[in-house]
């Protein structure tokens, strides 16, 4: 079992950044991906980003790449999102999550808010 709790989300103008934090406790974080995913109002939950338990693959969103980078710290249970050149339509309810694989996420954190102004 693992639980996961973000932490950093905020109001932000155009442009700007923003740092996501996801603490995990419970057994075997390191074994786990992690990945980001996010919900704006009235869409469905998109990927943002993940990496491997040993930060050895990385994956973007094509909407994200370039501007926003995943990192993790085994030795702190937690995994990081980087946010830069903000957006108004970077605007959602920011998850993290921890996987057995690319396609399968078994822990969600309940979520920080990200708002981007124009």
């Known amino acids: 079992q693992v639980q996961l709790e973000e932490s950093g989300g905020g109001l932000v103008q155009q442009g700007g950044s923003l740092r996501l934090s996801c603490a995990a406790s419970?057994?075997?974080?390191?074994?786990?991906?992690m990945g980001w995913f996010r919900q704006a109002p009235g869409k469905e939950r998109e990927f943002v980003a993940a990496?491997?338990?040993?930060?050895?693959?990385?994956r973007y969103a094509d909407s994200v790449k370039g501007r926003f980078t995943i990192s993790r710290d085994n030795a702190k249970n937690s995994v990081y999102l980087q946010m830069s050149s903000l957006k108004p339509e970077d605007t959602a309810v920011y998850y993290c999550a921890a996987g057995s694989s690319w396609t399968l996420y078994n822990y969600w954190g309940q979520g920080t808010q990200v708002t981007v102004s124009s």
């Open positions: 419970g057994r075997s974080f390191s074994n786990y991906l």
């Open positions: 990496m491997s338990w040993n930060s050895g693959n990385i």
